[in-house]
């Protein structure tokens, strides 16, 4: 059985509210991914224009 291995992965999380923020980096950290967290859709297209991530994780709705 092979388990799934996401050490070194970029992950970006974008959320408004700090708190969701605090546990994704928190949870992230547990699989030694390198996390990227912001709070809204600009600072996202920023970063995403800069930088090559693996996954990205967007809340819907919000203030996002």
């Not at 050490?7 to 509210?17: H, K, W």
């Not at 297209?45 to 919000?62: H, M, Q, S, W």
Request: aromatic letters at 8%; a neutral charge; hydrophobic letters at 40%.
């Amino acid at each position: 059985s092979t388990v799934a291995s996401f050490s070194g992965d970029r992950i970006l999380v974008v959320d408004d509210n700090p708190n969701h923020l605090r546990i994704a980096q928190t949870l992230f950290k547990l699989f030694d991914v390198d996390i990227h967290v912001d709070t809204g859709r600009r600072e996202c297209v920023a970063k995403v224009a800069t930088n090559a991530y693996d996954l990205i994780f967007a809340r819907k709705g919000g203030n996002i």
